[in-house]
C-alpha cells in the first residue's frame, strides 16, 4: 500500500523566506511525527500529534517552527524567516496507534537554506 | 538530558559474517525499543522492536536483544549481505511518551 508522502523532495530557498513542508501520512494511522536529520546526524524529534490530543511540541526549536494536522491527517510544516541553520532533511512518520507501535517514514523534504 | 547513544560510530564486517550493532540507553523508564535502517536518500526503515517485558526478538535474519539490568540493546545481523550496508538507529520510547528518541547511529559497511 501507499506509504508516507511528503512534498517537495527538495527545496531550495532564501534567508529569511517561510517555507512549508507537507506530510500525508499512511491512511488510518492515527498518530503522526516531525523529525529533522542534519547531514550525518541522527533523528531530531520536533512534534508529535495523536489523535485529537493536543500536540506535543516539546522539540521545536524556536517560534519559527510551527506544525499543523488537518481533519486528523494531512500535516504541514511551516518554518517562518528561514536561517541557514535551518538547512537539514525534514522527515515525517506516522504511526497506527501511536505509543508503542513502529513509525513509518516517508522520504524526507531536503531543505537548503542559501 | 536523556539519550541514546551508540558504542561504535562505523562496523565493517565480510559478507556471510554476523554482525552486531549495540546501543546503550540511558532512560531507566523506557518501555518499547526499536531497530531502524536508514540507506542514503530515504527515510528510515523499521527493522524489529522489542518491548521492556521481553528480553528476545528475532526476525528474519535479525535478533534484538534487551537487557535492561545495563540497558544495553543490540541487534545481531545473520549471514550479512552487501544490501545491508546502511546506518542504523536504535531508538526508545516510554508509555507516557511517545515519541522516540533516536541514537546517533551506527554505519555497517559491508565487504563483498
Known amino acids: 500500500g501507499a506509504g508516507v508522502s511528503q512534498s517537495p523532495s527538495n527545496k531550495v530557498t532564501e534567508k529569511g523566506k517561510d517555507v512549508e513542508l507537507r506530510c500525508d501520512p499512511i491512511s488510518g494511522h492515527t498518530a503522526l511525527y516531525w523529525y529533522r536529520q542534519s547531514l550525518g546526524q541522527g533523528l531530531e524529534f520536533l512534534i508529535y500529534f495523536q489523535g485529537n490530543s493536543a500536540p506535543d511540541k516539546s522539540g521545536l526549536p524556536s517560534d519559527r517552527f510551527s506544525a499543523e494536522r488537518t481533519g486528523g491527517s494531512v500535516s504541514t510544516l511551516t518554518i517562518q524567516r528561514t536561517q541557514q541553520e535551518d538547512s537539514a532533511v525534514y522527515l515525517c512518520?506516522?504511526?497506527?496507534?501511536?505509543?508503542?507501535?513502529?513509525?513509518?517514514f516517508g522520504n524526507g523534504t531536503r531543505l537548503t537554506v542559501t | 538530558g536523556e539519550s541514546v547513544g551508540l558504542h561504535l560510530p562505523t562496523l565493517s564486517v565480510q559478507e556471510g559474517d554476523n554482525s552486531i550493532i549495540n546501543c546503550a540507553y540511558s532512560?531507566?523508564?523506557?518501555?518499547?525499543f526499536i531497530w531502524y535502517k536508514q540507506e542514503s536518500g530515504k527515510g528510515p526503515q523499521f527493522i524489529i522492536d522489542i518491548r521492556s517485558n521481553m528480553d528476545k526478538r528475532q526476525g528474519q535474519r535479525v535478533t534484538v536483544l534487551l537487557n535492561k539490568t545495563v540497558k544495553h540493546l543490540s541487534l545481531q545481523i545473520a549471514a550479512t549481505q552487501p544490501g545491508d550496508s546502511a546506518v542504523y538507529f536504535c531508538a526508545e520510547s516510554t508509555n507516557q511518551g511517545g515519541k522516540l528518541i533516536f541514537g546517533q547511529g551506527t554505519e555497517l559497511s559491508v565487504k563483498p
Open positions: 512518520a506516522s504511526s497506527l496507534v501511536g505509543v508503542g507501535s513502529p513509525l513509518h
Open positions: 532512560n531507566s523508564a523506557s518501555d518499547y
